[in-house]
């Protein structure tokens, strides 16, 4: 099946600092990919649409400036936080369809991100 | 408006009971709709998924979820619930016409008892 990873699986870092975090499908090509937040017990998020060689698409209320995507090629799609402070902290996932015009979703494991 | 459904937050079940796990959803159109499980820290895994045809999914680990379109309603159900089933539930839905995004219920914790 399809598969998708995400690196690192966890990462502290201080605050006012930039994390970025990798999402990339190994045995499949996705020139969309999704990026979720999920805080605590609760549901995930969607904060914006990855889109391979054009700019990402922004849910509403997500800063585009502060969470910098970058889907450098049709395997690897970057989330970038930049000037991270103690808030950001959470769980992000990334996504990728199975195909062109497919419902289905493959996620990865998720990054942990804590801002200290 | 346009949403899912999850109405309950926690269900605690006794190991080998029967489990069944709500969700509606209020689209115009009959969206695409999925059943995902979340263990603690854990990315997610779909467990079914219904587009067309059967109302009726057999899904992994032995779970199946019914589609009822006159009651907006994908249920998931599991015969006999195992303790390594404990996790987070998570219903989601693409509607039609939606480019692929996935809108997730609130999630239900299944606790299973022993």
């Known amino acids: 099946g399809a598969v998708v990873s995400q690196h690192p699986s966890w990462v502290i870092c201080k605050s006012g600092t930039s994390v970025k975090i990798e999402c990339r499908s190994l045995?499949?090509?996705?020139?969309?990919m999704f990026w979720y937040r999920q805080f605590p017990k609760q549901s995930l998020m969607l904060m914006a649409t990855s889109n391979e060689g054009s700019k990402a698409t922004y849910e509403q209320g997500v800063e585009k400036d502060k969470f910098l995507i970058n889907h450098a090629s049709l395997t690897l799609s970057t989330l970038t936080v930049t000037s991270a402070h103690p808030e950001d902290s959470s769980f992000y996932i990334c996504?990728?369809?199975?195909?062109?015009?497919?419902?289905?979703?493959?996620f990865g494991p998720g990054t942990r991100l804590t801002v200290t | 408006a346009q949403s899912v459904t999850q109405p309950d937050i926690h269900i605690t079940v006794s190991e080998g009971a029967s489990l069944e796990l709500r969700c509606n959803y209020s689209y115009g159109a009959t969206p695409y709709l999925f059943w995902y499980v979340q263990s603690p820290g854990q990315g997610l895994q779909l467990l079914l998924k219904?587009?067309?045809?059967?109302?009726l999914v057999q899904g992994i680990k032995g779970f199946e979820a019914e589609f009822k379109r006159s009651q907006s309603s994908f249920n998931l159900r599991k015969p006999s619930v195992h303790w390594s089933d404990a996790a987070e539930y998570f219903c989601a839905v693409v509607p039609h016409g939606g480019f692929q995004k996935l809108v997730f219920g609130t999630g239900t914790r299944l606790l299973v008892s022993p």
């Open positions: 996504s990728a369809p199975g195909g062109a015009a497919q419902p289905e979703q493959y």
């Open positions: 219904y587009f067309s045809g059967d109302t």
């Open positions: 045995d499949f090509q996705a020139t969309t």
